[in-house]
T-cell receptor
Framework: GAVVSQHPSRVICKSGTSVKIECRSL??????MFWYRQFPKQSLMLMATSNEGSKATYEQGVEKDKFLINHASLTLSTLTVTSAHPEDSSFYIC?????????FGPGTRLTVT | SQQGEEDPQALSIQEGENATMNCSYKTSINNLQWYRQNSGRGLVHLIL?????REKHSGRLRVTLDTSKKSSSLLITASRAADTASYFC????????????FGSGTKLNVKP
């Protein structure tokens, strides 16, 4: 149990376009999900906390207008990278909270050309 | 930064040897968890240790937690080439329940 999926696993987009990444908890409901970003050879940085039915809370330094988060249901959170630029290229990982443990998705590799 | 620090940053050992990685953090925690990440892949949860626990075992893994020193260690015994990966600790701070902040990671290379 406690499986989290992400879609797509890889995406390449052109600079200036927007990209949506989905995070789904497949076998449990999650009122709270988290989004992380990982640059090559670096650790995971928490970007924001996604709360079902309310606005996401963003970590300091993360632009909320650039990284739009929607937690539309108890099993789905989406991260939209708006007006993507090459510096947004990164590995984006989500997690879903069940009780007090986070279950991580497999990640989405975004490349902005 | 709320991130913890891990050391060493990189560790290279021979198969069969033990590997020890350390994690230090700055403020009081609820839980500390260790994860493994193979290159370019997702995270694999290894072990969770709560703030009122001092040691936990899982197979070849042994985790200790010293809250007075704000540090934890992960010991992998009898390492295998398949253990080659990056290892991260993640802390869940008392004032920010359930939000994880990851350490900088240790890149382990186990040579066959």
């Amino acid at each position: 149990g406690a499986v989290v999926s992400q879609h797509p696993s890889r995406v390449i987009c052109k600079s200036g376009t927007s990209v949506k990444i989905e995070c789904r908890s497949l076998d449990f409901q999650a009122t709270t999900m988290f989004w992380y970003r990982q640059f090559p050879k670096q650790s995971l940085m928490l970007m924001a906390t996604s709360n079902e039915g309310s606005k996401a809370t963003y970590e300091q330094g993360v632009e909320k207008d650039k990284f739009l988060i929607n937690h539309a249901s108890l099993t789905l959170s989406t991260l939209t990278v708006t007006s993507a630029h090459p510096e947004d290229s990164s590995f984006y990982i989500c997690s879903a909270l069940r009780v007090d443990e986070q279950y991580f998705g497999p990640g989405t590799r975004l490349t902005v050309t | 930064s709320q991130q913890g620090e891990e050391d060493p940053q990189a560790l290279s050992i021979q198969e069969g040897e033990n590997a020890t990685m350390n994690c230090s953090y700055k403020t009081s925690i609820n839980n500390l968890q260790w994860y493994r990440q193979n290159s370019g892949r997702g995270l694999v949860h290894l072990i969770l240790i709560r703030s009122n626990e001092r040691e936990k075992h899982s197979g070849r893994l042994r985790v200790t937690l010293d809250t007075s020193k704000k540090s934890s260690s992960l010991l992998i015994t009898a390492s295998r080439a398949a253990d080659t990966a990056s290892y991260f600790c993640a802390t869940d701070f008392s004032y920010n329940f359930n939000k994880f902040y990851f350490g900088s990671g240790t890149k382990l290379n186990v040579k066959p």
